[in-house]
């Protein structure tokens, strides 16, 4: 129904009519309705998506304050989150663009695309290393790289140009550059405990990179955003570097070769053209260079000839969310807890969905044993070889 409503909404009566901002709510909606402000909005959201219609039309529309907070796991990181409304609006803006852009990615990028994700990237990169290495016969290997402090480093001007490169419509370019340019340390509240902001390194806050630079983490656009800019990346390993087995998630770079020194030859290319073209460079100390056969860490799981194996960090985020939902209290209504039971049935079968092409059949079974608890009540195996979850007959 909303793909519909979209299709027919981007066809007529502007990018900022109400029933473009309908849709871009009903998806915002899905995520985050558990969040105070979410439901404040929902309370009269017909008259607040009118007075964003006007807020857009008018040019008069600024974002909002952000919420500031740390998380720690896996490791310290500062979060802005944009309001809810906000959201609705990087949702309005990503609805337009991403067809756009779709067109353009590589096919072997995977974060925050629909249709791929960390399963499709696992899938690819098994596949590359029986073809690279003859199904396994002949000696390969690969080298992995990772963008220094990447969201941190992504430089506004440079990303806006890349978008105007691509898009004409002054509306969007408007909006564009509202979100791009926001700097949310000057509009922001804290959350949590203020003693975490001293856990991060001074090149990874927004508060210690200069001007113009830097966008912030745990936003839809930002993540949009952040493969728009390394798309220049892809395109320069494809096309001008003719790299055939070329991987990307996030800022997390796998090539495959038969032979180490020219993916050596390679990894200085990509170091310049990231210097010169987008003022990035590789983190000196996380670059990769050894035999397939050793095991590729990538995207939570360690991939081998014949098999993979999950990273313990991947199994305790699991169980940390499944922690969560149990320790949470109920909601006030029925809707609501089943809107939150949808979406943690969702995050299960992700999980669950890539440890199956794992050797895990008792890892999913004791997780489901000893960490869903009342989970048990509402979800139930869809098969012996819990392979994913179905809801209740209740």
Known sequence: MTNLLLSKALGGGG????????????????RKRKTINAAKFELNFEERLLQLEQE?????????????????????????????????IHHL??????????????????????????????KDLKRFS??????????????????SAFFMSIKKALLFNLIKRHTKHPEILWLTKQI?????????????????????????????VPEGQGLPIGNLTSQFFANVYLNELDQFAKHQLKIKYYLRYVDDIVILHQNP????????????????????????????????????NFVG???????????????????????????????????IFNEQLQQ?????????????????FNLRKSIYQKHFRILKSYLKPADQNFSHFRKQCI
Do not use: M
């Not at 926001?182 to 001074?202: A, E, H, T």
């Open 93 to 122: 803006l990503v609805n337009y663009l991403e067809p756009i852009w779709e067109k353009k990615f590589i096919h072997h990028s995977y974060s925050c695309r629909a249709g791929k994700g960390a399963h499709y990237a696992i």
């Open 15 to 30: 990018i900022f009519s109400f029933q473009n901002l309908l849709v871009a709510y009903y998806q915002c909606r899905k």
């Open 180 to 208: 791009i340019f926001q700097d949310p340390i000057k509009n922001f509240y804290q959350k949590g405990d203020p003693n975490l902001s001293r856990l991060i390194p001074s090149h990874k806050s927004l508060f210690k």
């Open 56 to 88: 857009l039309k008018t040019h008069s529309y600024q974002p909002g304050q952000s919420i500031y907070f740390v998380i720690t796991n896996p490791k310290p990181r500062e979060v802005f989150a944009a309001d809810f409304r906000d959201r609705v």
């Open 344 to 360: 943690i049935l969702a995050v299960i079968n992700s999980y669950y969905g890539q440890f199956k092409h794992s050797h895990t």
């Open 261 to 296: 020194e020219q993916l050596k030859i390679w990894h200085q290319e990509l170091n310049q053209f990231l210097k010169e073209k987008l003022k990035l460079h590789f983190h000196p100390k996380k670059s990769v260079l050894q035999s397939i056969y050793r095991g590729i």
């Open 301 to 335: 799981f360690i991939i081998k000839p014949h098999y993979s194996l999950v990273r313990r960090k991947t199994v305790g985020n699991l169980k940390r969310k499944l922690w969560q939902f149990n320790q949470a209290p109920l909601p006030e209504t029925a809707e």
């Open 130 to 147: 029986r073809k690279v290495s003859n199904n396994f016969s002949q000696s390969a290997y690969y080298l992995q790289a990772d963008v």
